[in-house]
């Protein structure tokens, strides 16, 4: 069973993608930040092993400010 959901399409120019995810290795949820929804989605795949683990992708627009001071 595949327990992560796939990201909404995004037509924004400066999107990052964060993967939101909770193993079976411990009771907290972590978060990765990937500018590469590719990378993302493998990333998310490799989380989910076990039946109650599960990741979430989710595109979110970054202001270009924010781009640059990174």
């Known amino acids: ?3 992560f959901q796939q990201p909404q399409s ?3 120019a400066s999107v990052e993608f964060r993967v939101t995810y909770l ?3 411990g009771s907290a ?3 990765e930040l990937f500018d590469d929804e ?17 990741a979430v992708i989710d595109a979110v ?3 270009l400010q924010a ?3 990174a």
């Open 10 to 12: 995004s037509t924004r």
């Open 38 to 54: 590719a990378a993302a989605e493998r990333f998310a795949a490799r989380q989910v092993l076990l039946e109650h683990e599960w």
């Open 23 to 25: 193993t079976g290795h």
């Open 61 to 63: 627009p970054v202001p």
């Open 1 to 3: 069973m595949n327990n």
């Open 67 to 69: 781009r640059s001071a």
């Open 29 to 31: 949820v972590h978060t």
